[in-house]
């Protein structure tokens, strides 16, 4: 799955990310626990991890992950 993921990311999404964890989520280690679902017709990541992260991001009570990458690797725009 982890091949997959990487992918579906271009090297100019990589290279202007910023991540702490060192891409885990290409990786096959799966720091970055997600799960997409639909708000208003836009597709978002739930953030399921109760690790910190600069692209974690309070919306309605919950968690979203807006990192580049990870969208990416899950064909989020």
């Known amino acids: ?13 990589v290279n202007s990310t910023a ?10 280690k799966a720091m970055c626990h997600v799960e997409p679902f ?14 910190s992260c600069a692209h974690k991001k309070k919306y309605q009570g919950r968690f979203i992950c807006t990192c580049p990458v990870n969208m990416a690797s899950l064909n989020l725009s």
């Open 1 to 13: 799955m982890a091949l997959l993921r990487s992918m579906n990311v271009e090297p100019e999404i």
């Open 19 to 28: 991540c702490d964890k060192n891409y885990a989520c290409l990786s096959g």
């Open 38 to 51: 639909v708000d208003r017709e836009v597709q978002l990541l739930w953030c399921k991890d109760e690790s």
